[in-house]
């Protein structure tokens, strides 16, 4: 089977950054189990298997990531409570396709959540915190950012001190403010809804379109526009943005790609939130 998905003259190649389990309550918010539970498998005490997979885009020109996966920080008081089944994998991933850390130009960060901006800094070999990527710009929104280096009351749990500093001291930090452009064909959307400063990813290439939303739609399973997370932020906020890109991108007919679904990679979808392609 192909390992990668093709979108115009871009590959799309899905990284093993983590597999966890979380809540599938947590999850799927206020939907109640009899519903998501035809969805998206769960175990009998209600936990669903997430992937973290970082996406790795291969331009022609650039290498550019859509997040970093957990890292390889947690400790294992860490690891058993949020269930790591899979430890990070990502810098094996990539070297087998031939690539090196310092080869990647850009990290393009939805949000700072622990499990999406876990493996921006690393402990290395000698025992230091280093930045996984030291060449790479690394894209958040300007909201995200402020919200990241001075955590809330809620936030703290998941915006990690240690995931924030080593890139705060570096220079490789790139503000985004709103929506723009990271290179031709890839921009960022920035949506708001599950963070203040949470941002969506468009991919265009010769005609082709991939949209990764993100948190906004983490697994096929929440292709309704009001199946969204209890861990949203903004839940109004997050609805209206969800709905409006599901629809720009159902009548696009793009690739939907994602970040947690253990099942499937990406999908297109039609007018009822139905799988009409997959790629897995
Ligand atoms: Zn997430």
């Not at 809540?23 to 918010?29: L, P, Q, T, Y």
């Not at 909201?143 to 998941?158: F, G, L, M, Q």
Request: glycine share 8%; net charge negative; charged share 25%.
């Amino acid at each position: 089977m192909q390992q990668w998905l093709k979108i115009g003259a871009f590959e799309l190649h899905w990284l093993n950054g983590g597999l966890f389990e979380l809540d599938g309550g947590s999850m799927f918010g206020v939907v109640p189990r009899v519903l998501w539970g035809k969805k998206y498998p769960h175990d009998e005490n209600n936990y669903i298997k997430l992937t973290n997979s970082p996406i790795l885009i291969k331009t022609g020109r650039e290498l550019i990531l859509i997040e970093s996966g957990l890292g390889n920080k947690l400790t294992d008081k860490q690891k058993q409570i949020f269930r790591v089944k899979e430890d990070w994998n990502i810098l094996n991933d990539l070297a087998a396709l031939g690539i090196e850390r310092g080869d990647i130009n850009f990290v393009i960060l939805t949000h700072y959540d622990f499990d999406h901006a876990g493996g921006v800094v690393m402990l290395e070999k000698n025992g230091q915190l280093g930045l996984t990527f030291p060449n790479a710009k690394h894209i958040v929104q300007k909201a995200e950012w402020n919200d990241a280096v001075n955590p809330n009351k809620r936030s703290i749990n998941t915006y990690w001190p240690i995931n924030v500093e080593t890139l705060k001291e570096s220079k490789n930090v790139e503000l985004a403010d709103g929506n723009s452009e990271v290179v031709n064909g890839v921009s960022v959307i920035h949506t708001m809804g599950h963070t203040k400063g949470h941002q969506a990813v468009s991919i265009e290439s010769q005609g082709e379109k991939a949209l990764h939303m993100a948190d906004l739609l983490p697994t096929h399973a929440h292709s309704n526009p009001l199946w969204i997370m209890a861990y949203d932020n903004f839940p109004l906020d997050a609805i209206d943005a969800k709905e409006k890109l599901l629809n720009d991108g159902i009548a696009e007919n793009v690739w939907f790609t994602f970040y947690h679904d253990a099942f499937m990679k990406a999908c297109r979808l039609d007018t009822k939130g139905n799988v009409t392609e997959r790629f897995e």
